[in-house]
C-alpha cells in the first residue's frame, strides 16, 4: 500500500478521511491541492505530512514557467508560505519545507532547479521509509511474547507513508513471531484510532480490540495492559513531546499505574530549536469536528466547542523515546541532542 506516490506529473494519495469505508485514491494535480489535502487531513501524521509537502513543493516548481532563478525564487517562496500555512504542529512540515528551499539554491538553471527539487523530495521520502522501519524493528525488542500494547490515533503507513512508528513497532513484534494484542483508542474527535488504526490492524491480522478514549484508565487499572505506545509530531529539546490530544492523558494515566510508556518517532519529529513542550505550537482545529461526527449533528445548536488537535507530554511521562538510531531514556536533553549527532 503507497501512502503518497510521485507520479511525475501529479501525486496520488490515499484519502484518508474516506476510510475505513472506501479505498480512495486521489490524484493532486496542482501544489495548492495538495496543501488543501494536508489542512483537510487527507494525508495526515507527522512523517506523512513532511513526505506529502515535499512532493507538493517539487509539484509546483514543475508548473513555473519562470525563467531566470531570480523569478523562479521568487514565484518558488509563495509555494513554501502555502505549506507552511497547512499545519502548524508536526515539525516534519517544517524540516521538509526548508530541505526543498536549500535545494532549490543548487542551480542558477530553472530547469536543472525542478529536477533537483524532484530528487529531493524523493530523497525525503525515502529517508522516512528507511526510517520508520529501522525504528519499528528496534522498537520491537521492548515488546514480550505475550503482550497487550495500548495505541493512540493512527501511526502505520498511513501516518509516515512508510513502514509505521507504533503501529510499525506492533507490525515487526508480529513479524518475530510474537503473540500480541493491541488495544487502540478512538481517538476522538475525527477518530483516526477506530478509522485508521484499526484498519490497519484488521489488514496485517493482529488482535485488536477498540475502545473509546475515557477507557483506557480501566484496562490499565486492571492490569490488561502491558505498556502504551504512541507516535509524536514533534519532540522538544528536553523530550516533552507533541501528539494527538488525549496522549497526555494516557501518560499520567500508565505512570498512575505503573505501565511503561513509550513514544516512536524518527529522528526528524525531534525539534531541538524549542527547548521544551511550552514552545511547540499547538493547532486549534474546526469545532464541528467536535460537534458532529460524518456531518451530523450531536450537540445542540449554540453549544460552544474547544478543538486542540494536540496535547504535550511532559519528558517525564515518557519511559523511553524510540528512534531509528537508538532509544533513548532520561536525561533527554543531553540524550536527544547526542543521538542527532550521531550517523546511522
Avoid at 501524521?45 to 523562479?72: C, H, N, T
Avoid at 522501519?133 to 490515533?153: Q, V
Avoid at 505503573?258 to 524518527?266: D, I, L, N, S
Wanted: aromatic residues 6%; glycine residues 8%.
Amino acid at each position: 500500500m503507497k501512502t503518497i506516490e510521485w507520479l511525475g506529473d501529479k501525486i496520488r494519495i490515499i484519502d484518508q478521511t474516506k476510510l475505513p469505508e472506501k479505498t480512495v485514491f486521489v490524484e493532486l494535480c496542482d501544489y495548492a491541492e495538495v496543501a488543501a489535502a494536508i489542512k483537510e487531513m487527507k494525508v495526515r501524521g507527522a512523517p506523512a505530512i513532511g513526505v506529502a509537502a515535499a512532493y507538493g513543493v517539487a509539484l509546483g516548481a514543475q508548473k513555473m514557467r519562470a525563467e531566470s532563478k531570480d523569478k523562479f525564487l521568487s514565484q518558488f517562496d509563495q509555494i513554501l508560505q502555502t505549506f507552511s500555512a497547512a499545519r502548524p504542529t508536526a515539525v516534519n512540515l517544517f524540516r521538509a519545507i526548508d530541505r526543498m528551499r536549500l535545494a532549490a539554491t543548487e542551480s542558477e538553471d530553472p530547469v536543472k532547479i525542478r529536477q533537483i527539487l524532484i530528487d529531493e523530495a524523493r530523497r525525503i521520502h525515502a529517508e522516512e521509509e528507511v526510517a520508520t522501519e529501522r525504528l519499528s524493528h528496534l522498537g520491537a525488542e521492548l515488546i514480550g511474547d505475550g503482550f497487550t500494547i495500548l495505541t493512540h490515533c493512527n501511526t502505520g503507513s498511513l501516518a509516515t507513508a512508510g513502514y509505521g512508528t507504533a503501529l510499525g513497532i506492533i507490525k515487526a513484534a508480529k513479524e518475530r513471531g510474537k503473540k500480541i494484542d493491541v488495544i487502540a483508542t478512538e481517538t476522538r474527535p475525527l477518530l483516526q484510532g477506530a478509522r485508521l488504526t484499526a484498519w490497519e490492524l484488521v489488514q496485517e491480522n493482529i488482535p485488536t480490540t477498540l475502545i473509546t478514549d475515557s477507557m483506557a484508565g480501566y484496562f490499565m487499572s486492571r492490569g490488561k495492559v502491558s505498556c502504551v505506545i504512541v507516535g509524536a509530531d514533534r519532540i522538544a529539546a528536553n523530550g516533552d513531546t507533541a501528539n494527538k490530544i488525549g496522549t497526555y492523558t494516557l501518560a499520567v494515566l500508565a505512570a498512575e499505574n505503573g505501565v511503561p510508556f513509550y513514544v516512536a518517532a524518527p529522528t526528524s519529529t525531534i525539534d531541538l530549536s524549542l527547548s521544551s513542550g511550552a514552545e511547540i505550537p499547538i493547532e486549534e482545529r474546526n469545532p464541528e469536528e467536535v460537534t458532529h461526527i460524518g456531518g451530523a449533528r450531536l450537540a445542540p445548536q449554540g453549544t460552544k466547542a474547544a478543538n486542540p488537535a494536540f496535547d504535550v507530554t511532559p519528558h517525564y511521562y515518557i519511559t523511553a523515546i524510540i528512534t531509528e538510531k537508538g532509544t533513548v531514556t532520561e536525561p533527554y536533553e543531553f540524550r536527544l541532542s547526542k543521538l542527532l549527532e550521531e550517523a546511522i
